[in-house]
T-cell receptor, first 114, second 115 residues
Framework: AQSVSQHNHHVILSEAASLELGCNYSYGGTVNLFWYVQYPGQHLQLLLK????DPLVKGIKGFEAEFIKSKFSFNLRKPSVQWSDTAEYFCAVCEPDSNYQLIWGAGTKLIIKP | EAGVVQSPRYKIIEKKQPVAFWCNPI?????LYWYRQNLGQGPELLIR????????DSQLPKDRFSAERLKGVDSTLKIQPAELGDSAVYLC?????????????FGEGSRLTVL
């Protein structure tokens, strides 16, 4: 079965620190990749996505992610985090063999100290 | 534009009791999903509807779970009887053909606690 692995369950950073959240997936074929975010008390929402083309994709609020096919990775980055980035971040993969069903990682809870 | 609406937000019941969750998707969204999210895990698909047809219910525990989407709009997810292990957040999401593959719009979820 396909799987998505997020390396860190909890990350604590100070404001202005740089962020990188890891995401690895197991499927070897063509995939669509996503990062979703859930702010405290809010619903899950799409942060950014990769379908094809430039492996460096930019999302909302200054986030970006890089698709590295050889490493089966899609890490999320932000150069300088803010207190408002405190949230839970989920990586998800969607591939044709599963009828485009999203396979989700377990999530990373990010806490930004003011 | 109104988002996906779910109710109730919170529900506490004793084991063996029934419970139902309701979802109103975004207007015009033909695809509706029910997910279950256990603590510390990502969402797991329970059922997917295309309009009123359940096109993927392979992961729905059919002995106790049921779902319906009458008229292809609102949907209800029912558990009867509930077990301790059913404690989780039940998420509803919707999307349309106009959105990209994998782009889902989620409700705030219904948190179930079974005592």
């Amino acid at each position: 079965a396909q799987s998505v692995s997020q390396h860190n369950h909890h990350v604590i950073l100070s404001e202005a620190a740089s962020l990188e959240l890891g995401c690895n997936y197991s499927y070897g074929g063509t995939v669509n990749l996503f990062w979703y975010v859930q702010y405290p008390g809010q619903h899950l929402q799409l942060l950014l996505k990769y379908f094809s083309g430039d492996p460096l994709v930019k999302g909302i609020k200054g986030f970006e992610a890089e698709f590295i096919k050889s490493k089966f990775s899609f890490n999320l980055r932000k150069p300088s985090v803010q207190w408002s980035d405190t949230a839970e971040y989920f990586c998800a993969v969607c591939e044709p063999d599963s009828n485009y069903q999203l396979i989700w990682g377990a999530g990373t809870k990010l806490i930004i100290k003011p | 534009e109104a988002g996906v609406v779910q109710s109730p937000r919170y529900k506490i019941i004793e084991k063996k009791q029934p419970v139902a969750f309701w979802c109103n998707p975004i207007s015009g969204h033909n695809t509706l999903y029910w997910y279950r999210q256990n603590l510390g895990q990502g969402p797991e698909l329970l059922i997917r509807y295309e309009n009123e047809e359940a096109v993927d219910d392979s992961q729905l525990p059919k002995d106790r779970f049921s779902a319906e989407r009458l008229k292809g709009v609102d949907s209800t997810l029912k558990i009867q009887p509930a077990e301790l292990g059913d404690s989780a957040v039940y998420l509803c999401a919707s999307t349309s053909d106009l959105a990209g593959v994998g782009e889902l719009f989620f409700g705030e979820g219904s948190r179930l606690t079974v005592l």
